[in-house]
């Protein structure tokens, strides 16, 4: 799976053919073959910048040119919009650390993220293995299961918005049905913030659904017929061979999921806009709302800064740690 | 060896190499674009040179940022192909937000590059966090030159915009909170045809309405929000004689302000006659779900339209110490950036806008106040008032009971949030009315010292 690199002397780090390091060869012969080298590599070399250039050109200007931005606007006290900023330092670091409502809003961060990606996990590969099965209409199922995926993040978040209106939606007539009082999801605590991972599930339920379908069609028959002659029932089968093969799908859609409901802001910003009370606030939703509601655009890039601090650290410990747990096939 | 010539080529190449990624780091790091730091903040670059108006020759073409207040984007775009028809200049109308914070922000985060528009959308938290960021132009000059006769617009409305003896927008969409109730309710619980003259009468006019509203309705019914929350709670804050701010001194920690938190607290926790619109009360009120509500002026038209209902139209009620409305919705204010052409075709476009004929026609599709005296009684609005005597509750409102608005609210940039979340801890959570200002008001005064003080003093 790793491979280990192995040290090369110093002036050989250079790209191109492994060249003799034994001392004393024929001077004449090296040269040549240098020569030829070291046209070979501009070439090689040429070719390389003309094919990555565009790419790394992109990657300068719309990934490191805004992080570099950012983190320079972070040390800075800078009223969006005004021409003019004033220098300080770690302390929008120093205020974000101190700040009354950084607590909840780390708390918020965490139950929304650990809500939408376990479920979304757990419900997804329930509707893969149901989708897996022999069912009549299945294709349109699938279908189905995987539509609302595809939909704008804030026209979904609008629709809910009505089902779940507490006088006229459609969820308190249903619950009206078995004599359930609809809770009062846009304003009691912790309603909002229920309405919204559920809605986030359901958006993106059919992903990994999908995902989880293609990882189940991936595990060879012959060691599920393999399970079968020892005797094992098909839980036993699930939980020795089939969960064990899909370890890759699973820690794919875990990576991807972290980093997609860290980030996810378009639901609640049609749902709730953070509110009632901050209650719906993520770490995400407050860099929007503290550069352009409060105009505080220093403040909300050092919160930005340690955003990706935080989904560097989660990314690097899922490669250092959980990736050792992932059996390929 | 370290002197062969495939090893100078390979190094060549690897300084090629190095040399182009430092070049492009240091282009990425210096194409940072962003404010400068240090320097003396609102300079006023904006007011340092005056144009002579009459050497202009207006660009032909000028786009708007607007988020058609009152459903109103049939009427500007009638007002942009008239214009055209009258002076040749096109007028490119884009939607730029759903509501005025939604523009705001855009506008926020263009100012940085050339996209900005020539005429934007000014709400009354927003015209002043423009100024400040010197992003605006001063109207005065330009107005005179086209001959807009300034003095004619309602004075309280076109002194809203006014900061160092110049006025920074001019008003466009502008409205007052009104009190709107159910006619056929009101009948129904044997109530004269008018709203409470105040609030402590809502109260005892409760029992009988309760009656009447259907399951799951009130009395009264009220929404929160940004833009919103604080800027009704003004009336009930005023009516116990507190205010958020004198100047830009907070006074959240007054018995009075405090009083006006217990007065809106009770009112949903203790006397229920209010509830809480799960989102937005005017559409609660238009479905005959509550029996009254807060809305502004320019609901009217769409309030009107969507209710099964006679709806009427009354004056804020009064707590002891009196009350008043607040003024708010928006002006219209021209980008400083913009090279003297386009400020003087967005000028003249402005000057058509809010022109009598214009203002009224607005003011009669829309529900928002005729920004101008002379439109209040023109032929136009005369016959409104008569078909639908509702329009002139807001126009009299203004002329008897209007009242600055506290300057933290509108000035400070964030306040208006801050001041909606603790009016939300009130009435959501039944939080203490000083508990709940104590909660945001070192975060006010971060947002003053930070955000406004340094601007202040450059300008002094």
């Given amino acids: 799976m790793t491979t280990t690199a192995t040290p090369r002397a110093p002036e050989d780090s250079g790209a191109g053919p492994a060249r003799s390091a034994i001392p004393g060869r024929t001077r004449p012969q090296r040269l040549h073959r240098s020569r030829l080298g070291a046209s070979r590599r501009r070439k090689a070399l040429l070719w390389a910048l003309l094919l990555a250039g565009p790419n790394v050109v992109l990657l300068l200007v719309f990934v490191y040119r805004p992080l570099l931005q950012s983190l320079y606007l972070s040390t800075l006290q800078w009223n969006l919009g005004s021409p003019t900023a004033r220098f300080v330092g770690l302390g929008n670091y120093i205020e974000w650390f101190s700040a009354p409502t950084t607590g909840r809003i780390v708390t918020t961060t965490i139950v929304f993220t650990v809500a939408t990606v376990g479920g979304a996990m757990v419900l997804g590969l329930g509707l893969a293995l149901l989708l897996n099965s022999r069912l009549r209409g299945r294709g349109v199922a699938r279908t189905v299961a995987f539509a609302p995926y595809v939909l704008g993040g804030f026209a979904v978040g609008i629709l809910w918005l009505f089902m779940f209106d507490p006088r006229y939606g459609l969820i308190q007539e249903v619950l009206g049905w078995v004599g359930l009082a609809s809770p009062q999801w846009y304003t009691g605590r912790p309603w909002p913030l229920v309405m919204v991972i559920v809605v986030y599930l359901w958006k993106n339920l059919g992903y990994v659904a999908l995902i989880y379908l293609a990882g189940l069609q991936a595990v060879p028959q012959d060691l599920r017929d393999a399970a079968a002659l020892d005797g094992a029932s098909s839980a036993r089968t699930l939980r020795s061979v089939v969960l064990p093969l899909l370890t890759p799908t699973t820690f794919f859609l875990l990576v991807t999921m972290l980093l997609s409901s860290l980030q996810s802001f378009d639901i609640i910003k049609a749902m709730t806009q953070g509110g009632p009370l901050g209650s719906t606030t993520t770490l995400m939703y407050s860099i929007y709302e503290e550069s352009f509601v409060n105009g505080r655009a220093g403040y909300a890039s050092a919160v930005a800064t340690i955003l990706f601090l935080v989904l560097l650290a989660v990314t690097a410990v899922q490669m250092r740690f959980v990736q050792r747990k992932v059996h390929y096939a | ?460």
């Fill in chain 2, 1 to 460: 060896m370290s002197h062969s010539p495939a090893r100078r080529a390979a190094r060549r190449a690897r300084t090629v190499v190095v040399t182009a990624l430092a070049a492009a780091t240091a282009l990425t790091i210096t194409a940072c674009a962003g404010p400068s730091v240090g320097a003396t903040a609102g300079s006023d670059d904006a007011t340092a040179e005056a144009v002579d108006w009459s050497q202009v020759e207006p660009a032909k073409e000028i786009t708007w940022w607007s988020n058609h207040p009152g459903e109103s984007k049939v009427v500007e775009e009638k007002f942009i192909d008239e214009f055209k028809a009258e002076t040749g200049i096109s007028v490119n109308l884009v939607t730029a937000g759903a509501d005025y914070d939604e523009v705001a922000q855009r506008f926020q985060a263009a100012s940085q590059t050339d996209e900005l528009p020539d005429l934007v959308i000014a709400s009354d938290v927003w015209w002043f966090r423009y100024h400040l960021n010197d992003q605006i132009m001063p109207l005065d000059d330009v107005m005179e030159f086209l001959d807009a006769d300034a003095a004619d617009f309602q004075p309280a409305l076109y002194s809203d915009y006014e900061y160092d003896d110049q006025h920074w927008a001019v008003p466009y969409a502008r409205s007052t909170p009104l009190f709107y109730y159910n006619k056929d309710l009101w009948a129904g619980a044997g109530l004269p045809d008018r709203g409470p003259e105040t609030w402590a009468e809502l109260e005892e006019w409760d029992a009988s309405l309760k009656k009447e509203v259907p399951e799951k309705g009130s009395t009264f019914g009220l929404s929160t929000g940004p833009s919103w929350g604080a800027w009704w709670f003004e009336n009930m804050i005023w009516g116990q004689g507190g205010a958020y701010s004198d100047g830009f001194e907070l006074t959240l920690d007054a018995p009075e302000a405090i009083a006006g938190g217990q007065f809106v607290h009770d009112l949903f926790h203790e006397s229920g006659v209010a509830t809480l619109s799960a989102d937005d009360a005017m559409a609660d009120f238009s479905s005959g779900l509550i029996a009254s509500t807060i809305g502004s002026t320019g609901s009217l038209k769409g309030a009107l339209d969507a209710a099964k209902f006679d709806v009427g139209t009354a004056y804020l009620p009064d707590g002891p110490q009196g009350g008043g409305t607040p003024t708010g919705g928006t002006g219209l204010a021209i980008p400083s950036s913009k090279t003297p052409e386009e400020q003087l075709a967005a000028a003249m476009f402005l000057e058509f806008l809010t022109n009598t004929e214009n203002t009224a026609a607005f003011s009669q599709n829309t529900g928002y106040m005729p920004v101008r005296t002379s439109a209040v009684e023109s032929d136009t609005m005369t016959k409104t008032y008569e078909q639908t005597p509702q329009f002139r509750t807001a126009v009299d409102q203004l002329a008897d009971k209007a009242r600055k608005q506290d300057d933290v609210r509108v000035f400070v940039p964030g306040a208006d949030a801050l001041l909606n979340e603790a009016l939300e801890q009130i009435v959501i959570e039944g939080t203490d009315p000083k508990t709940a200002f104590e909660s945001v008001t070192p975060r006010i005064e971060t947002a003053y010292t930070e955000n406004v003080e340094p601007y202040l003093g450059a300008q002094d």
